[in-house]
Every structure is written in structure tokens, then in C-alpha cells.
């Protein structure tokens, strides 16, 4: 369920380190990217891809880059999957937010949700060049 929080920035500060802290921080090897393909045509899910999205006229799929895969942005991939019962309302902006503060960059976030492990979960993007920097940061703030 998702939460409604009101609580002054200082608190927001210190549950979302919490939350930060607590999450069980995956970093996926390799190099990724989003292929494409025509709203008609679904791609075929593999073990490998991670997420599927679409608009109205095509999907993407966030899979390991090859190296046929001209042309497209190169991502590091990291993922979070948070406690159960642990509130982690705005934990995108916040985290977005210090990223794009330290790194000077944005990035891509897709979520998902699995019950049996506490609910939601989100893979987060940066350019793949400064994925070992987003990581320190992202360790800085587990370690309080």
C-alpha cells in the first residue's frame, strides 16, 4: 500500500536513510541498454531482461547491451528491494535528487512489486560510466 507521510523534511531525511540502509541493494554486472520494438510486436521475455515497458507505439526492454546494439545509451544497473512494512514513500526523488546533485546526472528508474519479498522493487539506470560513482554514493548513504 502506499503511504502518505506527513513529516518535516528532517524526518523525511532520516526514514528514508532508514529505508536506504535496510533495502537489499543488488548491482547487476554489465553493460545495459533498452531495445525496442513496434507496439504489434511484444518482445520475447528471457531470463535476461529485467523490465518491459510500452506507449502507444512501441515497447522497450531493458536487456544486457551487445555489441550490435549501435546507437544506444550504455547503462549500469542497480536495484533495491525494500522491507516489508517500511515506508519508502519518495525514495525515487530522494535518491534522484542526491544523484543528480554529486554526479551531476539523472537516470532511469523502473519499479515492480513482489509480495513475497516485501513489495516493491526498483531498478535504477545511470550512464554507464558513472555507475562505480552512483554505487560509492548510494553505499555512503546505507552507511549512515
Not at 528532517?10 to 531495445?35: N, P, S, Y
Not at 510486436?41 to 531493458?62: I, K, N
Request: aromatic fraction near 10%; charge should be negative; proline fraction near 3%.
Amino acid at each position: 500500500m502506499v503511504s502518505v507521510s506527513v513529516e518535516t523534511a528532517e524526518q523525511t531525511e532520516q526514514r528514508l536513510r532508514r529505508v536506504i540502509a535496510q533495502a537489499d541493494l543488488v548491482v547487476h554486472d554489465g553493460i545495459w541498454c533498452f531495445e525496442e520494438s513496434p507496439a504489434d510486436q511484444p518482445p520475447a521475455l528471457t531470463r535476461e531482461t529485467l523490465a518491459v515497458v510500452r506507449d502507444s507505439e512501441s515497447w522497450s526492454h531493458l536487456v544486457p547491451f551487445r555489441q550490435q546494439d549501435g546507437g544506444v545509451e550504455r547503462f549500469g544497473i542497480f536495484s533495491f528491494h525494500f522491507t516489508d512494512q517500511m515506508d519508502n514513500s519518495g525514495f525515487v526523488g530522494w535518491l534522484a535528487t542526491r544523484l543528480k546533485v554529486e554526479l551531476g546526472t539523472g537516470v532511469l528508474v523502473v519499479c515492480g512489486s513482489n509480495r513475497t519479498r516485501g513489495g516493491i522493487y526498483d531498478y535504477w539506470g545511470c550512464p554507464i560510466d558513472l555507475v562505480d560513482k552512483a554505487i560509492a554514493v548510494v553505499e555512503a548513504l546505507r552507511a549512515g
